[in-house]
């Protein structure tokens, strides 16, 4: 894979773009006037290594909010801003880290300039988020979705170039997953600026995480997105759990462990789904970056997981345990868990 090479920007201190790693963010579902709940649910985020939080500002009050959230949290706070940019003037004002505009309902040129203005004074980049559920009027009755959204997209780029300002990130949203590619591998051509990738209104965890990791997974694959954020009918937590997987099923960032599991088949005679699900739950309380196998039978299990750092090949009653292939003992079925993590500790 070859990252494709784009402006850095920072949204506070997180690096977006050029070779900053690629950040994981996501979405407050709270009242953001709620500054109480708002800090409550970002600090759980932060315990989860979200990188960068956004919050949505429907009003006046939710603006004026903003200045008690960002005080209360550590990760950058970027504001949702749709239809009236006064509240981007607000948010700014309030202290954020980085704005949202939507080019499909905040697009009057003296509005996008005020914006600027005040970001450029206090060195706050802006996303311009275009998103296929809700574009400006078609330039061409003849352009596809994804051309109209990268047009919607470039008529702001230069807009904000012609203010002289270049702290700039763009996203290009639609929940049709090939839409979603060609309108990115258009655009990526196209602009130095940074990329923020996702799709959106994926769905719930079920469908949404594999709509967007194919989504998602595809562009990163191109070398395409700089920060991502996987949109989910979900508590936001899962958005960033979902979303460091998709940059470790790549390669692209290391996060914790990795578990393989197998498949189950004939051969196996245990519960495998109830052990690896065990497993996988203490895995999630280490922050350590192992790969740990739990595989159904020592015929073939650690042969299969030959490159995991450690571990179990569940037979009836005793389980073997091995690291990198190589067995190095044998538990009893009912430790396997304990010794195992105790393992992987020692690692
Ligand atoms: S590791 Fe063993 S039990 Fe699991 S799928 Fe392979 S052969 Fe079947």
Not at 52 to 60: E, G, K, L, Y
Not at 102 to 107: D, L, M, R
Not at 175 to 196: E, G, M, N, S
Not at 306 to 331: E, N, P, Q, Y
Request: charged share 25%; net charge positive; with cysteine.
């Amino acid at each position: 894979m070859q990252r494709r090479i784009s402006k850095q920007i920072h949204i506070g201190s997180v690096g977006v773009g050029g070779d900053s790693p690629i950040s994981v963010q996501s979405m407050a579902n709270t009242d953001t006037r709620d500054v109480k709940a708002t800090i409550k649910q970002i600090k759980e985020l932060e315990a989860a290594d979200c990188e960068i939080i956004r919050v949505a500002v429907p009003d006046v009050e939710a603006a004026e909010a903003l200045k008690g959230i960002r005080k209360g949290i550590r990760i950058p706070l970027i504001a949702d801003i749709h239809f009236d940019y006064r509240l981007a003037l607000a948010a700014l004002k309030a202290g954020v880290d980085g704005l949202r505009l939507n080019p499909g309902n905040i697009n009057e040129p003296e509005q996008v300039k005020a914006v600027v203005k005040a970001a450029k004074e206090r060195s706050v980049p802006i996303r311009i988020g275009v998103n296929a559920g809700s574009m400006p009027k078609k330039k061409n009755p003849d352009w596809t979705v994804a051309q109209n959204m990268v047009e919607a997209a470039l008529e702001q780029v230069r807009l904000l170039e012609s203010l002289d300002f270049d702290l700039i990130k763009v996203s290009l949203k639609a929940f049709d997953v090939p839409t979603t590619i060609a309108a990115y591998t258009d655009i990526a051509a196209r602009i130095p600026y940074p990329l923020h990738i996702g799709i959106t209104e994926a769905g719930t965890p079920r469908t949404g995480i594999i709509r967007s990791s194919v989504g998602i997974g595809a562009l990163l694959y191109l070398g395409i997105g700089d920060t991502i954020r996987v949109s989910l009918t979900a508590p936001p937590r899962d958005e960033v759990v979902a979303g460091y997987e998709i940059l470790k099923s790549l390669n692209l960032r290391r996060h914790g462990s990795v578990l393989v599991s197998c498949p189950t088949c004939g051969r196996t005679e245990v519960d495998l789904v109830t052990i690896a699900e065990a497993v996988e739950k203490e895995l999630s309380k280490i922050d350590k970056p192992v790969k740990v196998a739990v595989m159904g039978c020592a015929v073939n299990g650690p042969g299969e997981a030959m490159d995991a750092d450690i571990g179990i090949a569940c037979g009836k009653g005793m389980d073997v345990l091995f690291k990198k292939g190589k067995k190095i003992g044998t538990v009893q079925e009912k430790d396997f868990v304990r010794v195992l993590i105790e393992e992987v500790k020692r690692l």
